[in-house]
């Protein structure tokens, strides 16, 4: 479809649906410039509007709250917002429909995949919707690229057949060439190759490892990645390590940029063209807690969502603190959020009983991802004993395996059998996980 009346039908469709995704985009394309100090303001005064409506409308709210000493007035410093308890997967899924505003606008239910192992859906309002969606406009238009520019989805697909009709149509409406993510063979990638080379696309956008493994698939079959004129590949819904950016820009000669945010908020970070990863304050509150050494759990708030209303959301996610008051070259006010790491939920346990974050083990990958040595890898827990598979590298070598065997007893005081797979099963909506259990995986 030409972009113009893929841009034209997209925005004129929102507009119908009730989600004036061009006005806020217009919006956020001015406030961008301002000052940090004046979008703070702005960010402020939206705390407070949310907060007063969430204590006044929804009575689970009001009821929590007044126990605590708050009232409707109680925020009269951005200090006092941290008085406010932080809200929990659980508490979503055990009180969600308490959580209803009783005078909340119209909107849509935003359901997640899962893959945090507690899945949750959030009625989210027309205006929290046209938010998420301008956020996206206005990172992609920092690359170059814009809203109906035909662009390579790399992505999970639906298994049923009702899930897969609706996906097909969603990407006709995109404008984008849908490349699986549950399928990354090298035959499906030289079939995705060849769509691509047939039907040009602007930019490509998915998850990072399926993103690496189609760049190294191209790479083994000596296929030119560059002459599918990338002008960028964006990441999202997966920690971009350093390793994948790196494959991904060297197979399609284009630059790599990151995206966060989840289901329930919108987008919470989007990188800029010098790789700062701004945080959209005009539309949600970002806070880093600390929770573990160096590391900080991530807390959001959609501030638009007057119609179940999210405040201190524990997205359980950890990220590694900025500077306060840190500058990006690029000049944007909008402040600066810090390298994301990984889950805050995700433990591995040892046959010994303990329990070590999923992050700690990561380290572990950092030079045989950048060496190319392993491509992906995957900790599985048996009873008893944890078995860790890896898809190889050109650079695998048994000498590898045995440094990994190595490094992984010194970090983790363990003896783990390696074993490489050719690829790795995707459920949910095609991420990948870096730690499951046997049972999740049908073993």
């Known amino acids: 479809m030409n972009a113009r009346l893929a841009r034209m039908l997209y925005f004129a469709a929102q507009r119908w649906r009730g989600e004036p995704v061009g006005a806020v985009l217009r919006a956020l394309e001015r406030s961008q410039r301002w000052s940090r100090e004046r979008l703070l303001a702005l960010q402020w005064e939206r705390q407070q509007a949310l907060f007063r409506h969430a204590f006044e409308t929804v009575p689970w709210y009001r009821e929590r709250w007044s126990a605590l000493g708050l009232t409707s007035g109680s925020l009269r410093t951005p200090a006092d917002w941290t008085r406010i308890p932080a809200l929990t997967r659980p508490d979503l899924q055990a009180h969600g429909a308490a959580m209803r505003s009783v005078r909340g606008p119209r909107g849509l239910t935003a359901a997640t995949s899962g893959s945090s192992g507690t899945p949750v859906a959030v ?3 027309h205006l929290s919707w046209a938010h998420a969606h301008a956020n996206v406009f206005r990172g992609w238009r920092w690359h170059g690229v814009d809203a ?15 899930g ?14 849908h490349c699986s993510a549950f399928n990354l063979s090298a035959e499906a990638a030289r079939a995705s190759y060849q769509r691509l080379r047939a039907r040009p696309v602007r930019f490509a956008f998915g998850y ?16 030119d990645g560059r002459a599918l004129g990338w002008r960028v590949a964006i990441t ?3 920690a971009l390590r350093p390793h994948q950016r790196e494959r991904i820009a060297t197979a399609f000669g284009c630059p790599v940029v990151d995206s966060y945010g989840c289901a329930e ?6 990188e800029c063209e010098q790789l700062g990863m701004h945080v959209p304050v005009e539309s949600v509150m970002v806070e880093s807690v600390p929770v573990e050494g160096d590391l900080h759990e991530v807390l959001l708030t959609d501030l638009h969502n007057l119609s179940q209303p999210l405040l201190r959301y524990r997205v359980g996610d950890l990220v590694e603190p900025v500077q306060d008051g840190a500058a990006c070259p690029c000049g944007r006010g909008l402040p600066l959020l810090g390298q994301l790491t990984g889950r805050a939920g995700d433990t591995i346990e040892l046959p010994d009983g303990r329990r070590v974050n999923a992050n700690q083990p990561s380290y572990v990958f950092k030079k045989h991802g950048r060496s190319g040595a392993v491509r992906e890898y995957q900790f599985v827990r048996f009873a008893g004993r944890v078995e860790l598979r890896v898809t190889a590298g050109p650079a695998w070598s ?15 005081g363990i003896a783990v059998e390696v074993r490489v797979v050719p690829r790795f099963e995707r459920r949910g909506r095609g991420k990948h996980r870096d730690f499951v259990t046997a049972e999740e995986i049908g073993e």
């Open 123 to 125: 009625y989210r309002s």
């Open 236 to 238: 999202s819904a997966e």
């Open 164 to 177: 897969r009709g609706l996906a097909a149509r969603k990407d006709r409406f995109f404008n984008r060439v």
């Open 208 to 223: 990072p490892s399926a993103l690496a493994h189609f760049a190294d698939e191209v790479t083994a079959q000596d296929l």
């Open 398 to 412: 048994e000498a590898t395996a045995g440094e990994i065997r190595a490094e992984v007893a010194r970090v983790l």
């Open 148 to 162: 109906g520019d035909p662009y390579a989805y790399f992505w999970g697909v639906p298994l049923d057949p009702e």
């Open 265 to 270: 908020a919108g987008v919470a970070g989007f």
